[in-house]
Each structure stands twice: as structure tokens, then as C-alpha cells.
């Protein structure tokens, strides 16, 4: 069972490009989740969806996007990419949302 | 804002030796989880306590939960090498539509001497 996977594994990106992080789980949790870890701050709630077709705002939603069109896919967009935007995004998933979360392995996402 | 806090920031200790870490938290909560890190992967869920519950075991690892202090401590005992990693608090935060998933704290990084 793959359970959780991100892509890519790490990535460089110029100022101003955009992208997009893919995140894929094969257990049919119904909430899946974005955080973005860094050095000292833990990890923040970028965004959240409880269910396919439905999105939430995490802490730290500016200048990211998601979306939710199905159960298996929550892909996580920088619609124009800043340097504070550097860190690792894990995307979680769990059966109910505040239940416990599997973490896929995350992207290291540099911005310069 | 961060909900859950641990303590302390970073804890060393030899094999064998029990390690304790706390975390605090400031609104009421549902439940808690316990989560592991191991230096750049994803986090591993540990256990998770109801907040009906006091006291919850697996394994080696021992939680508690005292809701009137709003805190919680988990205990690894007999030591592992391979217990060295981070170690994070998650807690359950309910807005006025709804669950909002899990905060989580900013970790204890907890080293062990072999």
C-alpha cells in the first residue's frame, strides 16, 4: 500500500513562478490536509478539505491555493512563488478531520 | 496561533533512561495526539487521548492528560537509540462552523546517547 505521496521530492523555483504540489492518497480518507514546516515555527495548517469538493483555510493560507476534485488528489498551488515561501510542505490525510493524520514525505520547496 | 506547546525545546538523555515531554495547550480540546519525526520525513502518528481519558499506553509509551491544567505529557521509557527524533503535540481546535483539523506545537527534538 503506498498510502500517501508527494511530488516532487524537492524543487527549486524562480521568484515569481508559479506551482503546483501534488499530493495523492490511496486509504479514501476523507480529509486531507497541507502544512508547511520551518526551523523553529513547527508546522502550520496551510489548508484543509474535509471532503472531496470542499476547502478550508489552514493558518498560513496566503499565496497558496488547493483544490479537491476527488478523494484520492489535493494539489497544492503557489500561484506566484516568494522566497518567505521556502520551507517543507507535508500533505496528511486522515478519516475524519481532527482524527489521526498520515503524513506523506514530503517537498523541500526552495524560492529564489 | 500555536495551541499546543512542548517542553522542553530539546532533551538528551543516555539509553535506557526514561525521556518525559510536556505539552500545554490553551483552548478545550476533544482529543490529543502524539506524533514522531524523524529527521526529513513525514510525521508518524503515536497515540492519540480522548479528552474523557487520563491516562493512555502502547508500548513503551505512556500519555496523560489533565484538561484542568490543559496539558499533557508523554513518556518513553527504557530508551532507544532509535527513539531519536522530534516529537510533537497535535491538538483537535473547533471553530464556530466546525472542526478545523489539528494544530500542532513546535516539537521537542529529543536526542539519545548510546
Not at chain 1, 23 to 36: F, I, L, P, V
Request: with cysteine; aromatic share 8%.
Amino acid at each position: 500500500t503506498a498510502g500517501i505521496t508527494q511530488a516532487p521530492t524537492s524543487q527549486i523555483l524562480a521568484a515569481g513562478r508559479s506551482m503546483t504540489l501534488r499530493c495523492t492518497q490511496d486509504m479514501r480518507h476523507n480529509a486531507m490536509y497541507w502544512y508547511r514546516q520551518d526551523l523553529g515555527l513547527g508546522l502550520r495548517l496551510i489548508h484543509y478539505s474535509n471532503t472531496a469538493g470542499t476547502t478550508g483555510k489552514g493558518e498560513v493560507p496566503d499565496g497558496y491555493s488547493v483544490s479537491r476534485a476527488n478523494t484520492d488528489d489535493f494539489p497544492l498551488t503557489l500561484a506566484s512563488a516568494v522566497p518567505s515561501q521556502t520551507s517543507v510542505y507535508f500533505c496528511a490525510s486522515s478519516v475524519l478531520l481532527a482524527g489521526e493524520q498520515f503524513f506523506g514525505p514530503g517537498t523541500r520547496l526552495t524560492v529564489l | 496561533s500555536q495551541q499546543g506547546e512542548e517542553d522542553p525545546q530539546a532533551l538528551s538523555i543516555q539509553e535506557g533512561e526514561n525521556a518525559t515531554m510536556n505539552c500545554s495547550y490553551k483552548t478545550s480540546i476533544n482529543n490529543l495526539q502524539w506524533y514522531r519525526q524523524n529527521s526529513g520525513r513525514g510525521l508518524v502518528h503515536l497515540i492519540l487521548i480522548r479528552s474523557n481519558e487520563r491516562e493512555k499506553h502502547s508500548g513503551r509509551l505512556r500519555v496523560t492528560l489533565d484538561t484542568s491544567k490543559k496539558s499533557s505529557s508523554l513518556l518513553i521509557t527504557a530508551s532507544r537509540a532509535a527513539d531519536t527524533a522530534s516529537y510533537f503535540c497535535a491538538t483537535d481546535q473547533y471553530s464556530g462552523g466546525g472542526a478545523d483539523g489539528l494544530t500542532f506545537g513546535k516539537g521537542t527534538h529529543l536526542i539519545i546517547q548510546p
